[in-house]
């Protein structure tokens, strides 16, 4: 084990920005000698490479996997792949390769361990949440702002019936922990050995929503805590319009595999005949723990898988969501045909045809006894 030393894993698609990312990472590390990091880089030949101008006194701690544009599968099997690049350190962080850091990012990431450790609120602590803007971070002001941090406020059921996160509302922690079931892909730290209960699952092709909703499960079932940080460690760039994105770049870009493979993990269908051979490869080695079950998660995060709603906002005091915040919770609408639903509403239409047809029966009986009554 490297004691202290932190893996920082980074997946990067056709990124030009992802050499200022690295720069941020070392430049505002305390000790940046114990900073290791794993990069997947999927570039088309001609884009920026991510370590061109990296001080080569950085360079002995860069491992870096690159991949052709055209071979790229996605952010979950980037991770995977920045994951087979760790070696043995202590802590491990995940990022995009778009964002940037505050000074002494890497102390503050472990003490923030530390004390929730020792404060007993968690012995399997995650950090997460979607961090600050990256357009903050040039006018940030580390002695008013440090605890101003976005928190994930609830999730909600969109269109494709796939359960996801809603934006977060920037908030004042107070310096104290706040404990939440979500895990943001863009800012996730923990200890590392984290890898050898939930390793990443190297076959979900394509999944962007979906991804973070599943992951946070699986560290749940898996035992592990989440917390939103209590202070600022990295911002984010987000919209990126008018970047290179893979599903703009692939024509034959389609996730339904690996969506059907999530909706069947997370209980959403539990018809398992919608996946693929392929998809049904180390269910368990890549599904859910045993430490916890999903309905204990469901509980948690007041999702009412029934009727397709959510029942709490951690946003809001004791977690209570409004009348509003139910309503927003489906895209579809308060209540949709979950599988149970449907099951009794095609029983309903059953049931209502077969009345017909009783009734067509005594009609035509009733119209032939008339026709021979009237011949007698």
Not at 104 to 122: H, Q, R, T, V, Y
Request: some cysteine; hydrophobic content about 30%; aromatic content about 14%.
């Amino acid at each position: 084990m490297k004691a202290d030393c932190i893996f920082v894993s980074i997946a990067s698609y056709r990124d030009d920005v992802c050499h200022d990312t690295l720069l941020s990472l070392y430049k505002n590390a305390q000790k940046p000698e114990n900073i290791y990091v794993g990069i997947c880089q999927q570039n088309k030949e001609g884009d920026n490479d991510c370590i061109g101008n990296i001080d080569d006194k950085y360079k002995p701690n860069i491992r870096i996997i690159r991949i052709l544009n055209t071979e790229a599968k996605g952010p979950t099997y980037a991770r995977y792949l920045c994951s087979t690049l760790w070696i043995d350190e202590e802590y491990y962080l995940q990022i995009d390769s778009h964002s940037s850091f505050v000074k002494d990012w890497d102390i503050k990431c472990i003490n923030m361990i530390k004390e929730i450790k020792s404060k007993g609120l968690s012995q399997k602590p995650v950090l997460s949440h979607y961090p600050r803007e990256i357009s903050d971070h040039s006018n940030y002001n580390e002695t008013t702002e440090r605890t101003v941090s976005p928190r994930i406020c609830k999730p909600f059921f969109n269109t494709r019936d796939m359960i996801s996160f809603m934006g977060s509302e920037v908030i004042d922690s107070k310096d104290k922990y706040y404990l939440t079931p979500f895990v943001a892909g863009g800012m996730v730290f923990s200890e590392s050995y984290f890898l050898n209960e939930l390793p990443y699952d190297p076959n979900l092709p394509y999944v962007f929503v979906g991804e973070e909703i599943l992951h946070s499960i699986r560290y749940y079932t898996h035992g592990w805590d989440i917390f939103t940080p209590k202070e600022n460690i990295v911002f984010h760039e987000y919209t990126r319009e008018g970047k290179p994105k893979i599903w703009t770049d692939n024509p034959y870009y389609s996730d339904m595999d690996a969506f059907n493979k999530i909706r069947y993990l997370l209980k959403l269908d539990p018809d398992n005949s919608k996946l693929t051979s392929e998809m049904k490869v180390d269910l368990e080695k890549y599904g859910l723990g045993k430490i916890r079950t999903i309905q204990q998660y469901y509980d948690l995060t007041g999702i009412d898988m029934k009727n397709r709603r959510v029942l709490k906002n951690f946003c809001r005091k004791d977690n209570i969501a409004s009348e509003e915040d139910i309503l927003k919770s489906n895209e579809n609408g308060n209540v949709s045909l979950n599988n149970n639903n449907l099951f009794e509403f095609k029983n309903i239409i059953l049931f209502i045809l077969f009345c017909f047809l009783i009734y067509f029966i005594y009609l035509f009986y009733k119209r032939n006894n008339y026709k021979r009554g009237n011949r007698k």
